[in-house]
């Protein structure tokens, strides 16, 4: 059964490592997180993943990696200077601000009755910070809020280094930064994050082909990865909700324990990108097809996600609880290239003689896999733990180990026990783990 309630979640991650509350020792610092030792493994295994499938795994996508601090000029002809906002109200009794769209009626939900909006403004979601030491309109930088520009602003550059032509994609991922007015649901929506994010870039005749295609592709990662499928859903934009820069789009959601939740947008940006920075750069980026002598804007594909949202739904799914000899324990049953460790080794006693050989087979796992190694508490204890942070299997090495040169494989799911000879150790984990 999958986690019902999200503070079964965030309970668990501080509790084990794997996100505290930012700043912690000064009182925190209000919506944004620190990513502990098994956090920033599980954090970095999640984009490895969307790496695999999106660009390692295929022949028409390469990754780049730009810059986070843009001039002012890229927003300026993305349309995110002039629309990337949220209508915001202030209550002029408690003087709080509210999102005008996310308000169910006209009262303040903190005041309550009687007290009065100021009109709505529009509120820039973007971060603006000064480069170098002269302060004014010229140093004015801003922190990305999507990944996608450093795409289009690269396109002519991808395009003649690459070799590739349409339909073909530059993906990256990295931090984007966006001052949300209302941040919440731990790390659902935080002013800091990280995108996972591909521009697909196809003739115009075939965006609507690659649209389709992009969502049943994106859809089934999440089912692969080990979200079951009742679990997710596509919901398509209505035409009020697009984006500035959108001709349609889907979202990709999650049952979180509040209800849907949006995961990954899948957007038809046409060719506005591409056509505004032309515009606005004077630089031409356009594809010259010289098997048929058409010169054409392409049109762009994107699917969008958020790392750590969906590091959220991968734990939720995963968490089980159940009962093994009478006791029960609590188990993440992610997928193995998921797990911050895919195996732990477990000496039986903390004893000398058992020491030297459990470090050689740690090392010995740690050339394929993230291996753990504990040597405290007793067994239960730590196969307890082992469970409750999702290692799919341990190596356990006992005083038998010694003389039959054998260990004993456990498994995290039905906790079944087999004694494996160590020199077929590797090769018995990769067959069982699957890499
Ligand atoms: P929302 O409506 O939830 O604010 P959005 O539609 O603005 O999201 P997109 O611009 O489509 O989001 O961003 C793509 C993905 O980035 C989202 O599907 C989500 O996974 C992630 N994302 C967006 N904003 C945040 C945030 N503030 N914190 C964490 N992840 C985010």
């Not at 009687?114 to 709505?120: R, Y």
């Not at 999440?222 to 789009?249: F, Q």
Request: charged fraction near 25%.
């Amino acid at each position: 059964m999958p986690a019902k309630d999200l503070d079964q979640i965030v309970n668990l991650c501080k509790r084990r490592g794997f996100v505290y509350p930012s700043a912690e020792i000064y009182g925190g610092f209000r919506s944004s997180y620190d990513y502990g030792p098994l956090g920033s493994l599980m954090l970095r295994n999640v984009k490895d993943a969307w790496v695999r499938a999106m660009v390692q795994q295929r022949d028409d996508v390469v990754l780049i990696d730009a810059a986070i601090l843009s001039p002012p000029q890229i927003f300026e002809a993305s349309g995110h200077l002039s629309n990337f906002s949220d209508p915001l109200v202030d209550c002029t009794v408690c003087k709080r601000r509210f999102r005008e769209d996310q308000l169910d009626n006209r009262d303040c939900p903190q005041s309550n009755k009687g007290c009065a909006f100021t009109a709505a403004r529009a509120f820039n979601l973007m971060f603006q910070t000064q480069a170098g030491p002269v302060e004014g309109e010229g140093a004015k930088v801003y922190l990305r809020p999507e990944t996608a520009q450093g795409m289009f602003v690269n396109f002519a550059n991808v395009l003649q280094t690459s070799r590739k032509k349409p339909p073909f994609g530059i993906a990256q991922l990295g931090k984007a930064f966006r001052n949300e007015i209302t941040p919440g649901n731990f790390i659902f929506r935080t002013r800091e994050f990280e995108l996972m994010e591909l521009e697909f870039f196809v003739h115009p005749s075939e965006s609507t082909k690659w649209y389709e295609y992009w969502c049943q592709t994106r859809m089934q990662w999440y089912v692969d990865y080990g979200i079951p499928a009742a679990m997710l859903r596509i919901r398509e934009h209505a035409k009020d909700e697009l984006s500035h820069y959108s001709s349609g789009t889907s979202d990709i959601e999650f049952m979180f324990p509040w209800g849907w939740g949006e995961l990954e947008g899948i957007a038809q940006r046409t060719d506005f990108d591409l056509k505004q920075h032309t515009e606005h750069s004077r630089q031409k980026l356009e594809y010259f097809d010289q098997a048929t002598n058409e010169r054409y804007v392409p049109y762009v594909v994107e699917p969008a996600a958020g790392a750590n949202r969906t590091m959220a739904a991968f734990l939720l799914a995963a968490y089980d609880e159940d009962v093994i000899n009478d006791e029960p324990r609590t188990v993440l049953r992610l997928h193995p290239r998921l797990a911050p460790y895919q195996v732990a080794v477990l000496p039986l006693s903390k004893k000398d003689t058992l020491m030297p050989l459990a470090k050689r087979i740690h090392a010995m796992l740690s050339a394929n896999y993230m291996c753990d190694f504990d040597e405290t508490q007793a067994i239960g204890r730590r196969y307890r733990r082992q469970d409750e942070i999702g290692t799919p299997f341990c190596v356990t090495i006992d005083f038998d180990s010694l003389e039959d040169d054998a260990v004993t494989i456990r498994e995290r799911d039905t906790t079944k026990q087999t004694r494996v000879p160590i020199s077929s150790l590797v090769g018995e984990l990769a067959g069982r783990l699957g890499f």
